[in-house]
C-alpha cells in the first residue's frame, strides 16, 4: 500500500487564547480554522497545532506541567457533526450515520525545553 501526504492549507490564528492552552484550546483552535474557513475539513485530514516558542500547553495552566515536562507532544480525535448553519461541532452522544472525526494534534516548539523534546 502506497499513501501520499499533501498539505492542504495553512492558518495563523496569533494569540487568540493566550500563551498556555488546555487539550481543549488546541481542538477548539483547530475547529475554528475549520469553522471560518481558513481550513477545508477533510474526513482523511490530520490537523497540526504548531505553537509558536512562547506558547506553552497544560491542562492545569501550569507551566511547570503539561508541555516539555510530562510530554512532548500529542494526538487525539473528537467525532463531530455538522449543524444546520453548517458548522462544526463536537458531540458526545452522536449519530453513527452522520458523525465524522476530526484528527488533530498539538506540536509545541521544542526550544522551551531545556532537555527534554529536543531531538
Known amino acids: 500500500m502506497t499513501s501520499n501526504v499533501t498539505m492542504q492549507g495553512v492558518n495563523s490564528l496569533g494569540y487568540v487564547r493566550g500563551k498556555i492552552l488546555t487539550s481543549l484550546d488546541v481542538e477548539d483552535l483547530v475547529l475554528m480554522s475549520i469553522n471560518t474557513n481558513k481550513l477545508p475539513f477533510l474526513d482523511s485530514g490530520v490537523y497540526f497545532l504548531v505553537t509558536a516558542p512562547d506558547v506553552y500547553q497544560s491542562d492545569t495552566l501550569n ?14 480525535s473528537s467525532a463531530l457533526e455538522q449543524n444546520a448553519s453548517g458548522m462544526w461541532n463536537t458531540v458526545t452522544k452522536y449519530n453513527a450515520k ?22
Open 98 to 119: 452522520t458523525a465524522r472525526y476530526l484528527k488533530f494534534a498539538y506540536v509545541g516548539d521544542p526550544s522551551l525545553c531545556s532537555s527534554a523534546c529536543v531531538f
Open 63 to 76: 507551566i511547570s506541567e503539561g508541555f516539555c515536562y510530562d510530554f512532548c507532544g500529542w494526538h487525539f
